[in-house]
């Protein structure tokens, strides 16, 4: 018997179209454009100016807060202008833009490929480097890696939890990264346990996986405290609470961050960049980014530097088909529809999905039926029906005693819905306006 | 007979009964309010629309009743006249207030404004301006899917389905605000009426340069300062690359609408103007 | 490509389940049922059944598009299914302007005038049922003998069912081990060849339909067994008790139980959306069913049982909450 979580999930078609197509390197491109909030929290600083030449890896931007993070030049050139450019979205928002002149890296990066195995330095250095790398969680939350190794005070940390279960349908960039950066993640994940003062260490892989699960456990078969946990394919086994109750059958309180239970969740991706960041001091400026669709020519997994352009990844998956009808930044179930091609990929693109028409049309919404249908899925036993017209009618005690705020946005509900009706749509406005009504209160 | 009796004497038992109980309640139970209280609720137009920012015309009545200068309560429903009677009411005075009106700041109308995609998603301006721009190039303009006519309560707002830009019914609005909040572009704003209805108003909101805004929209104010310099009454200032006229300075003089190059600027129910005039601004 | 590119909210798929593949599987599993009361019952069965759906759909289609002024949503199958489930619930010998009556309430005022699927309060064709009963009640509880007059319709020799049988002799002081031997047998109440409404007979066909909508999911076993299971055991323990109550296993396969478990209980709109709820709801419907059955003035209650849980479905929605994942911390631990 697999291990799971306990309430609700969907099965979703997998579409794994590349997950046996290796990484291959996607050539710079000719102007980057680096977004100045590329994750949760406060945009960084920006500390260049018009006109200055910067090299690959170089600080462009640095945190503008606690929760915030380092952003570094993808390439080297000259920069061309800090202004507002539309985002995936078509929001315009404040980027850099550097025109490309090569790939001159900054000095004290190592960029061999030997591995080095052997940790020097102590948490404290290693949470300084992570931090200055500017890594974030590259699982798409984009949350800043290094707030997530400094537990608040009074709680420590038990158990480190390695997220490689990439339940999202369609993408494949964590499960290609596990097989050919296997020895680098498990330097990186050992990384992670000195960093938070931590013995034992958990790897969830969904058993759709066998070969990464296969390949994992041999490298981790003689390193002490890292274990494998093969997983129930059943979505959203990757959201954090979920992977946390599936592998240590602890549920995160209500309101509560993981470390309420002692655990800490990384990605494999941020593993991975935390290894390159401690061991060879290389920022965080490129990342596996899978680029697939049904009707894509040559549907592929790139290392894509920050800052490229979605267009031209498209390009070299074989050029947008006739029939496509939407452009996914992420994946289908939690990704973002974009409006503009010419968005740059930013530390969170974990994939590009491009989708015709039958797969993904929104069908007209009618009547709820009252099936319940939604109800039984939603892995946070939330009653999304009632929600959605509490939100309709911007009912927020009514919200709250819901426990609006618990959503994790995973669409179960959604996609499941009979009448087609857009549930997560306006639960997720009732949270972005109950949000900081609540945060107000407290302060 | 004795049954007829028997039965008349039980109801009547049982209804004097309730009626001691029912009659002690109300003594206990009673709850002293101001008399004025029903009094003005009454002369209140019980739409209960909150446009006055109370809960309800009962609650504004409280305020009313409590409030001893009425100059900062006005209840955008009954206007002027709901307003002086319950000063008559209450013994108060109030100072008469221009009419208003709320008046939807975009013209990007399918024509002016060409799409750039399709929503796909719930009909809903606030989801849509959660994470995009919309569906035109312009970020800042209609959406076109009617919050402000949800949540108008006298049907004072509708969406043209040509220009899929929601128009407001000038005998309905009561100017309440409703519209204004639910707007999550804040693109409708509360107007003065002006005499005879007339108005002018830059129709815009797009805080873009203006090569930016003029690529996305013909009818975006560029924030060029054109109708800034021609305006005799200094009505009009330029902030983040939109004109705005200022409605208690503009004194109606309609010397800017010509002079904006995107025509942003609009005038409403004023006669045509003379055929010189249009010479004139031709030559201009 | 396309003109334009779509732009909406995740999640950007769907799972393809509809209104309509729902309410199809639902009449899918009851074709069975209808195959056995014609085999049953012959011609009476086949003109109820034709009366009862065609006029549901048609009254739906009236009301909607002249009263309502909206444009009728007859495809999706709803109107069929009270029709089917109306045609269920009534003797087959009914007259057909009974049966006209019985739609045109069923539809128009316990569905529509609430503001049509997916707000009734009560389950349309067991509204339609019980308000015949009640206006018609002779026409109501005369019932055809099986196999007998399959050629017959109006005119079809009549007979008592096997719970009216019961209830009529314990009432009169028979022994029940006399009156055991006037009732068919259990294995003619399985296949359905005893008198009694149309559908309600045949225990093999009405299994094989919930059968088939647990397989295509369409609904979940909570409902139906904690009926089933309430009023065996219920009934059970009461003849224990020494009430004057037939056996569990003929008070299952009799009345309309198994009908009601399964179809009529299991409506979407009618039953509560949690499995929790689901199953408090399904508890008040089986008590309900054994104390009208053993109790009240009705040989059988299962309609009223439904019908009286139905007005409590709202309720139980609003108080009985899914279990939430993670209890709620009081300091809560927020690093902002």
Redesign the interface.
Known sequence: MLKTFALGGIHPKENKLTAKIPCEYQPLPKEAVVMVSQHIGAPATVVVQKGDEVKTGQIVAKQGGFISSNIHSPVSGVVKKIEPV?DA????RNAITIEVTGDDWAEGIDRSENLIEEIKDDAKTIIQKISDAGIVGMGGATFPSHVKLMPPPGKTAKYLVINGVECEPYLTSDHRLMLEKGPEIVVGIEILMVALGVKQAFIGIENNKPDAIKAMKKLTSKKKGIKVIPLKVQYPQGGEKQLIKAILNKEVPSGALPIEVGAVVQNVGTAFAVYEAVQKNKPLIERVVTITGKHLSSPKNLWVRIGTPVSSLIEAAGGLPESTV?IISGGPMMG??M?NLNAPVTKGTSGILVMAEPDT??KP?SECIRCGKCVTVCPMGLQPYALMVYG?KQMYDKLEAGKVMDCIECGSCSYTCPANR?LL??I??SK?RLGPFIRNRKS | MSLALIAAASLGAIGGVSAIILYGAAKKFVVIEDPRLAEVEAALPAANCGGCGFPGCKGFADALIKADDLSELYCPVGKEETMKTVAAILGKTVEAKAATVAVVRCAGSCANRP????????K?C??VS??????T?C?FGCHGLGDCVFVCKFDAIVIDEETRLPVVDEEKCTSCGACVKACPNSIIQIRKKGPKSRRIYVSCVNK?KGVVAKKACATACIGCGKCQKICPHEAITIENNIAYIDDNKCKLCRKCVPECPTSAIIELNFPPRKTSEIQDTATN | MMQ??????SPHIHSGDSVKRNMYGVIIAMIPVFLMSLYTFGLGALVVMLTSVLACMFFEYLIVRFLLKQQPSLSDGSAIITGMLLAFNIPTNLPVWIILIGSLFAIGVAKLSYGGLGRNLFNPALAGRVFMLISFPVQMTSWPLPLVNRGLYIDATTGATPLAIIKEGLKNGQDYAELLEKVPSYFDMLFGFTAGSAGEMSAVAILLGLAYMLWRKIITWHIPLTIIMTIFMLTGLLKFAGAPAADPILYILSGGALLGAVFMATDYVTSPMTARGMIVYALGIGVLTVVIRIYGAYPEGISFAILIMNAFTPLINTYIKPPMFGKPVKVKAVTK
């Open positions: 539309a979205g078509g929001v315009k939407k973002k529809a409006s049309a929104r919404a309709i857009e749509d306006y997720r406005l972005s | 799409r750039t995609n399709l929503w796909d998603g719930a809903s606030a989801v959660m994470n995009y721009s919309g569906d190039g970020s873009d | 334009f590119l779509k732009v909406s909210p």
